[in-house]
């Protein structure tokens, strides 16, 4: 049940609805039969109704947005059927008035589309147009002559009448194969624009992706870059600091803070403490400058720290001109006293 095209029903009911009519007027006139004439007679009026309603709604659906005359045409139609089955006075009247109405309405309808160009209005409205204008046409005729139009094909004006009635009968659905075919082409027109519209938009999708792609590539790139040069840092600045602790700590003790981020104390029974200074190194200090004080200290106190590392001793401390290391710790040894001997010696 497609909506948008409510359209198609209202045309197929219409159509039926009319062919109906028509053959139940040809054996009504071929058959020569009163009681089937009579049968017949209770049927042709809804025929004709819903012919009317089914017309009425298709010109709405096409080219009126609002529905409400259609309503009112329902409610009218609904109206008639129910006078007519309650063999009710009026019925055939409003009948009639019912087919005019919506003649006039498919007329005016379709003049309005095709001022306001409505798509599809001049193709499907000719046949309209043509059809209500005949219908039109006949009751006009019919009421200036106030008599039933009597088609004989005898006559020329008969023969007219039977050719122009064949015409409005073919014209609405030949109108509306010639829409349906330009629609056709028309929504395939517009398909092929939007699947080229399609195509573009997913090469330039594409195209974005791709675009994307090289970025977080060239972005993965940099950083990897980013994470290499600040492991290197990170690396370089672990190594200071642990240069550092190895420095103030000894080596086990630095590593014990390193694992464990405590260290236990320990007792040692038997070391050998060193602890040495500087002759004189008031006086001296006096006549050096700074920068000469601390070349002179760092170049003594470098050379003591290779000498007791050759002997095994440990390094404690300094403190202005004052070094300060042991042996037999961290690690007890037996020949603590004769290293450290041997290191003061080499000092």
């Known amino acids: 049940h497609y909506k948008s095209l409510r359209s198609n029903l209202y045309f197929s009911i219409f159509m039926f609805s009319l062919a109906a009519g028509f053959i139940i007027a040809f054996i009504c006139f071929a058959g020569h039969n009163p009681s089937f004439e009579m049968a017949s007679f209770l049927f042709i009026n809804p025929v004709f109704i819903i012919a009317c309603l089914s017309l009425s709604g298709f010109i709405n659906e096409l080219f009126n947005k609002k529905k409400w005359r259609f309503k009112v045409i329902v409610a009218l139609g609904i109206l008639i059927t129910i006078l007519r089955f309650c063999n009710l006075p009026f019925f055939g009247e409003l009948t009639i008035g019912l087919v005019i109405t919506v003649s006039i309405e498919a007329v005016f309808s379709v003049i309005y589309a095709i001022i306001k160009r409505v798509k599809g209005a001049r193709i499907i409205g000719t046949g309209i147009l043509f059809f209500t204008l005949f219908i039109l046409t006949m009751f006009a005729i019919a009421i200036i002559s106030q008599h039933d139009v009597d088609i004989n094909d005898s006559t020329i004006g008969g023969q007219?009448?039977?050719?122009?009635?064949?015409?409005?009968?073919?014209?609405?659905?030949?109108?509306?194969?010639?829409?349906?075919?330009?629609?056709?082409?028309?929504?395939?027109?517009?398909?092929?624009?939007?699947?080229?519209?399609?195509?573009?938009?997913?090469?330039?999708?594409?195209?974005?992706?791709?675009?994307?792609?090289?970025?977080?590539?060239?972005?993965?790139?940099?950083?990897?870059?980013?994470?290499?040069?600040?492991?290197?840092?990170?690396?370089?600045?672990?190594?200071?600091?642990?240069?550092?602790?190895?420095?103030?700590?000894?080596?086990?003790?630095?590593?014990?803070?390193?694992?464990?981020?405590?260290?236990?104390?320990?007792?040692?029974?038997?070391?050998?403490?060193?602890?040495?200074?500087?002759?004189?190194?008031?006086?001296?200090?006096?006549?050096?400058t700074s920068s000469e004080l601390v070349k002179e200290i760092d170049y003594c106190f470098s050379a003591f720290d290779n000498i007791i590392q050759n002997h095994g001793i440990e390094k404690i401390k300094t403190i202005g001109d004052a070094y300060m290391c042991a042996g037999g710790l961290p690690v007890k040894n037996i020949t603590h006293a004769e290293d450290t001997v041997k290191a003061a010696l080499g000092i």
């Not at 090289?214 to 600040?230: G, I």
């Not at 200071?240 to 405590?262: H, Q, R, T, W, Y």
């Open 160 to 288: 007219i009448l039977i050719t122009m009635l064949g015409l409005a009968i073919i014209s609405i659905p030949v109108s509306m194969s010639v829409y349906l075919a330009w629609n056709f082409s028309f929504i395939n027109k517009n398909l092929a624009i939007q699947l080229d519209q399609v195509k573009v938009l997913s090469q330039k999708t594409l195209e974005q992706e791709q675009e994307k792609q090289r970025m977080l590539e060239n972005r993965k790139d940099e950083l990897e870059k980013e994470v290499l040069e600040r492991t290197t840092e990170l690396r370089e600045e672990k190594k200071k600091s642990d240069d550092l602790l190895l420095n103030i700590l000894p080596s086990e003790v630095a590593e014990e803070l390193k694992n464990k981020g405590n260290s236990e104390a320990r007792d040692y029974e038997f070391v050998t403490v060193m602890f040495t200074d500087f002759k004189d190194f008031t006086r001296i200090s006096e006549r050096l």
